[in-house]
């Protein structure tokens, strides 16, 4: 395919549209440019084009193929990240004393962005304090056993326990 038509651009939606925004959008278009609804002569090559574009956006796998294809013209980029955040509480009261809240921010590469994978340098450190026996030190060896099973050959990796002084278990290895 030598030139992609821009199918968003012919029904008049964003790239993010919703399934309910492109029919919507595609029955305002097609009453608009109907070769029976117009008193003027119009090119009936409009209304085949828009019959086009809710063809391949209405349909969730042609979309994706479409939105690859644009991708790799160069028409879309989308965008550069993409983020989520999780706050441990909803809200915080008004309060003079100090209050603490955590935030979990995930960053990762756009949809439409392929980001080469980078090697992880890695240093676990893990609490074997008296308060760390039984059930928790086992939940932490399993965390730390599915860490290191989720690595590849170019990562590197180093273990440091404590408890009342710090040990370097495993100094940084690659491999």
Not at 18 to 25: D, L, V, Y
Not at 59 to 81: C, H, N, T, V
Not at 143 to 163: K, Y
Request: glycine content about 4%; charged content about 25%; proline content about 7%.
């Amino acid at each position: 395919m030598d030139r992609i038509e821009d199918y968003y651009a012919i029904l008049g939606v964003p790239e993010r549209a919703s399934a309910e925004e492109i029919k919507r959008a595609y029955h305002q278009q097609a009453f608009r440019s109907h070769p029976d609804s117009r008193s003027e002569p119009l090119p009936t090559t409009l209304f085949h084009s828009i019959q086009a574009a809710y063809a391949v956006l209405s349909d969730p796998d042609q979309r994706r193929a479409y939105d690859q294809q644009r991708i790799e013209a160069g028409l879309s980029a989308g965008p550069p990240l993409e983020w989520s955040a999780l706050l441990s509480r909803p809200w915080l009261y008004a309060r003079h004393e100090e209050q603490v809240a955590y935030l979990l921010l995930e960053i990762r590469p756009g949809a439409g962005m392929q980001a080469p994978r980078l090697p992880l340098n890695l240093c676990l450190v893990i609490d074997r304090s008296t308060s760390m026996q039984g059930a928790r030190l086992e939940y932490v060896k399993a965390a730390a056993r599915e860490i290191i099973a989720g690595l590849q050959d170019d990562d590197a990796l180093a273990l440091v326990t404590f408890s009342d002084r710090a040990q370097v278990v495993l100094p940084s290895q690659v491999g």
